[in-house]
């Protein structure tokens, strides 16, 4: 069965850290681009970081640059999203996904395979 799952997550303090894995099964993810979107309750997902098949190319949203970094690891079939000096208005549910990036990085389209999302909670 072809999935990713999200895992990481939770509720942290502003100002806080979280590292967020996604991991697949049933493919693996030397050749695809990964993307990660979030969405907040009543607003669309939106893009929040992408990372390239080989690492070589990471892409981010303004709202995230200097606070969050991506990264992957193929050997472990695993990318991760550390988010750190996280705000309360980072609060989300947070997904992975895997494509390949021919547009713009944030286009959801390009994206065929989710995850089924984790939420992340920036709360005192």
């Known amino acids: 069965q072809v999935q990713l799952v999200e895992s990481g997550g939770g509720l942290v303090q502003p100002g806080g850290s979280l590292r967020l894995s996604c991991a697949a099964s049933?493919?693996?993810?030397?050749?695809?681009?990964i993307g990660w979107f979030r969405q907040a309750p009543g607003k669309e997902r939106e893009g929040v970081s992408a990372?390239?098949?080989?690492?070589?190319?990471?892409y981010y949203a303004d709202f995230v640059k200097g606070r969050f970094t991506v990264s992957r690891d193929n050997a472990k079939n695993t990318v991760y999203l550390q988010m750190n000096s996280l705000k309360p208005e980072d609060t989300a549910v947070y997904y992975c996904a895997s494509g390949v990036i021919l547009g713009t990085w944030n286009n959801v389209h390009q994206y065929d395979v989710w995850g089924q999302g984790i939420q992340v909670t920036v709360s005192s």
């Open positions: 049933g493919f693996t993810l030397d050749y695809a681009a």
């Open positions: 990372i390239s098949s080989t690492g070589g190319r990471t």
